[in-house]
């Protein structure tokens, strides 16, 4: 009996996978079919998140950093200062960046992880940075002459 039962949920589980792997793929009425998304999605979601400046980071200057851009004027400095997360297993926190103006030097510091230095550049406008667990020092410096800098945070 043990083993009917056992075999059961096995199967339910294969068709669950199937479904959940298949459905995004083939899309819906005029739904266009969706490769991102079911399965991968759901597992990456797992072990990586949106870094979320309102709670997740501080800024300094405080007004560096809104909503969806960090904003420096030439020559300016702009820290983000990431919060440790505490617990046995929390998600690497994905921070997006995409340079809209200007010339940017990114710096990241963290402990126990990748620390590097890069600059974004037109031709090289974007980027991503993995925050683990511990926090991080994330530092954006506009080195672009005598024009502003903007970089956009999707």
Do not use: Y
């Amino acid at each position: 009996m043990g083993v009917k039962i056992f075999i059961v949920i096995l199967v339910a589980l294969v068709v669950l996978f199937v479904v959940g792997v298949a459905a995004p793929a083939i899309g819906g009425g005029d739904q266009p079919a969706n490769p991102q998304g079911g399965v991968a999605d759901t597992l990456r979601g797992l072990v990586e998140r949106p870094l979320d400046l309102q709670t997740d980071a501080q800024a300094s200057p405080a007004d560096c950093a809104q909503a969806h851009a960090i904003v420096l004027p030439a020559g300016g400095i702009c820290t983000l200062a990431v919060k440790p997360l505490e617990g046995w297993f929390v998600p690497t926190r994905k921070l997006d960046l995409r340079l809209e103006q200007g010339l940017v030097q990114v710096q990241l510091s963290q402990e126990g992880g990748l620390n590097f230095s890069h600059t974004l550049k037109p031709d090289d406008a974007s980027m991503t940075i993995n925050v683990l667990k511990q926090g991080a020092t994330v530092t954006v410096v506009c080195v672009g002459g005598l024009q502003a800098c903007q970089v956009a945070l999707p």
